[in-house]
């Protein structure tokens, strides 16, 4: 069989996770683009970096057929060359900034725009070989946002599947899994994200604060964050990140915190923690989860989007708050849905962290499912085999 020369459009972390090296055998290729080029040169030009279609561009490929791959790969990305394609997506395509605006509250804004009309038809044309949903949640998303336009939506689901990101195990699938508590008494729980606030850092920060408050004392947290914060979903600002700095700052006896880390770093700091931490209030999918999982370490998330079709309470836990019925996003789009998303998130932190101090022996017990979860459900060669059944279509 021949070799297959894959294209891809960027080497940032979604396509190192979903594209790059995922086929065994294949040969890849960086392509450029026309509209990768227009965003380098626009601003010298006068461009507004912060426009609608400044940001849509992000989204967009066309290289005139100049890169010479069977087919191209993208990630949340619209081919508008005649080059073979699939793309991968995390909440809904095409991610025009309109349509991420408007999709669920002016559709027919959505509806009207030639520029999303064009985008579905290129999606529904047999160049398009695949669409690949990283998620159920996902899949649903992408299904409501169609119902808008009948004439392409039948075509596109046709040729639509979910694929979950393939994750290595992490450790020795086959050794003792070993955890830090029961060697020196303490549980140390571990945050990873530079979006601290919209991951429920804050939550967490003050929910093991209160748990030591009553008397449990025997935790540590390791955090790994540029504490950035975050306007879209917990409404954090400047004056959120100097109070978490500052406790932070008073409590270094049980409070570890880095600005960041080697991606190498990062897993071996995973390794040395008992229990990852993920309670977000929104998140496409959540890598880490799986990071953290693939090292035989238990989760605390959200129940909102992707986390209940990679987590569970049988192998983690699940912090449930109110969410959407499809596609199961939590409500934060006023000042009183993110009081209460964030009350539900701390009262559920509390309830699992005393929960875990009163039996942590079942830190080792849903560790051991949760790498087993990893070993059957992200296997990276079956994963591979299903990308290059799509690209053997081109």
Avoid at 33 to 41: C, E, G, I, N, T
Avoid at 269 to 294: H, I, N, W
Wanted: charged fraction near 25%; proline fraction near 4%; hydrophobic fraction near 35%.
């Amino acid at each position: 069989m021949s070799t297959l020369k894959i294209g891809y459009a960027a080497r940032q972390y979604p396509e190192v996770r979903n594209i790059i090296g995922c086929v065994e055998g294949a040969r890849y290729h960086l392509c450029r683009d026309y509209f990768s080029l227009l965003r380098r040169v626009s601003p010298m030009l006068g461009a507004d970096p912060s426009s609608d279609r400044f940001f849509d561009q992000q989204f967009q490929f066309r290289d005139f057929g100049l890169n010479r791959v069977d087919c191209l790969h993208l990630f949340n990305g619209i081919n508008y060359s005649r080059t073979p394609w699939v793309t991968t997506y995390e909440t809904l395509i095409p991610r025009f900034r309109h349509v991420l605006t408007n999709h669920t509250s002016d559709t027919e804004r959505v509806r009207s725009s030639e520029a999303t009309k064009r985008a579905l038809s290129l999606l529904a044309a047999d160049q398009c070989k695949g669409l690949i949903a990283l998620s159920n949640s996902a899949r649903q998303i992408q299904g409501r946002f169609l119902g808008h336009f009948p004439e392409f939506k039948d075509h596109i689901e046709s040729k639509t599947l979910v694929l979950h990101p393939p994750q290595k195990p992490l450790v020795d699938a086959d050794g003792e899994l070993t955890f830090p508590h029961e060697t020196d008494g303490k549980i140390t729980f571990m945050l990873v994200g530079h979006h601290f606030f919209r991951k429920g850092g804050e939550e967490i920060v003050d929910a093991l604060a209160e748990v030591r408050r009553r008397g449990h004392t025997d935790l540590r947290l390791v955090i790994v964050s540029r504490l950035q914060p975050d306007a879209y979903a917990s409404s954090s600002d400047a004056e959120d990140v100097a109070r978490i700095r500052a406790v932070i700052a008073e409590n270094g006896e049980w409070i570890e915190h880095h600005e960041a880390l080697s991606p190498e770093s990062v897993l071996e700091k995973m390794r040395t923690c008992d229990v990852g931490l993920l309670p977000s209030y929104a998140e496409t999918y959540g890598y880490s989860v799986l990071e953290f999982q693939a090292c035989g370490r238990p989760v605390i998330t959200t129940n909102v989007r992707a986390f209940p079709e990679i987590n569970s309470d049988d192998r983690g836990w699940l912090i449930p708050v109110n969410k959407q019925e499809t596609g199961g996003e939590a409500w934060f789009k006023s000042d009183h849905d993110r009081a209460v998303l964030s009350a539900a998130i701390k009262a559920g932190l509390i309830n699992v962290f005393e929960e875990i101090l009163a039996n942590p022996q079942q830190i080792r017990e849903k560790g051991a499912r949760a790498l087993s979860h990893i070993l059957s459900h992200h296997n990276h060669k079956q994963f591979g085999e299903s990308l290059e059944a799509l690209y053997r279509q081109a």
